[in-house]
């Protein structure tokens, strides 16, 4: 089975632009998190999507959105960059948490903001 | 709210020798607890879980993790360490009593790094 899948591995962006992440879970999985990661603040839980639906949110300003298809490919985006959005972003997708399966992570998006 | 600590910043082995990579948690409700590894460059592996059950949970590539409900603890360990085991490592908590979702509190990560 592929892993998940994020594209693109690396971005480069300067502020106040917008950046769209891409997600494809393994197949069969309908859960699709994601997380940024920073040496400062270590991994963060973003938002994570069901069934096309936001089912849990982190504390993150609305600058920062997602969305989920049918086919359970996740997209996350973010407009009006700041320095401070450098981070890697990770996804993450799962079969359901009701099966306490655990989560199966991308490589990253490696995104820079200049 | 849950939480997780990981005491130590970076954990020096010799190969050969037993590792132990320390972790506690915070929850309201019961703990599902895993362990995830992170090579440079690369996202999480997931490595084992607890979540209900022994208190011994035996994991990917030799390690086993034992939980402790007194000490609310999820310590990480291996009998023997090998050169490649160095690596990033993280200890997360899901909490039994919220409902639905996937969401995981990660712990700040610990740098294992296993010596000739």
């Known amino acids: 089975k592929a892993g998940v899948t994020q594209t693109p591995r690396y971005l480069i962006k300067t502020r106040g632009q917008q950046v769209t992440l891409s997600c494809s879970p393994i197949?069969?999985?309908?859960?699709v998190s994601w997380y940024q990661q920073t040496p400062g603040q270590g991994l963060q839980f973003l938002f994570e999507?069901?069934?096309?639906?936001?089912?849990n949110k982190g504390n993150f300003p609305g600058r920062f959105s997602g969305r989920q298809f049918s086919n359970s490919r996740s997209e996350m985006n973010v407009s009006t960059l700041e320095l401070g959005d450098s981070a890697l972003y990770l996804c993450?997708?799962?079969?359901?948490?009701?099966?306490?399966?655990?989560?199966?992570f991308g490589n990253g998006t490696r995104l820079t903001v200049t | 709210a849950q939480s997780v600590a990981q005491p130590e910043d970076q954990v020096n082995v010799a190969e050969g020798n037993p590792l132990t990579v320390k972790c506690t948690y915070s929850v309201s409700g019961n703990p599902y607890l895993f362990w995830y590894v992170q090579y440079p460059n690369r996202g999480l592996q997931f490595l084992l879980k607890?979540?209900?059950?022994?208190?011994l949970v035996k994991g990917s590539y030799g390690f086993e993790a034992e939980f402790n409900k007194s000490q609310t603890s999820f310590h990480l360990k291996k009998p023997s360490a090998l050169v490649s085991d160095s690596a990033l490592y993280f200890c997360?908590?899901?909490?039994?009593?919220?409902?639905?979702?996937?969401?995981?509190?990660f712990g700040t990560g610990t740098q294992l790094k296993v010596e000739l």
């Open positions: 993450a997708s799962s079969l359901d948490q009701i099966y306490n399966s655990p989560l199966h």
């Open positions: 197949s069969g999985h309908r859960s």
């Open positions: 999507y069901f069934s096309e639906t936001q089912r």
């Open positions: 607890y979540i209900t059950g022994d208190n």
């Open positions: 997360a908590v899901r909490d039994g009593l919220t409902g639905g979702g996937n969401k995981l509190t």
